[in-house]
């Protein structure tokens, strides 16, 4: 999964060797949406309103 998600970043690494600082951010930023997103569909069920009695 790792390789998948530097591969998409290839072609604009290329041409901006400047920005290569920026791989590790977009990993950990990456894997820190993924983990949102799982984490929403843990709790999908678990739907209410905050301030509105069940």
């Known amino acids: 999964m790792l390789i998948a998600?530097?591969?998409k970043l290839i072609p604009y690494?290329?041409?901006?060797?400047?920005?290569i600082f920026l791989?590790?951010?977009t990993?950990?930023?990456r894997?820190?949406?993924g983990f949102?997103?799982?984490y929403a569909l843990l709790t999908i069920g678990e739907t209410s309103w905050g301030s509105r009695d069940s």
């Open 5 to 7: 998600k530097i591969v």
């Open 27 to 29: 990993w950990t930023l």
């Open 36 to 38: 949102i997103k799982y």
């Open 13 to 19: 690494f290329y041409c901006r060797l400047r920005d």
């Open 23 to 25: 791989i590790p951010v």
């Open 31 to 33: 894997y820190l949406h």
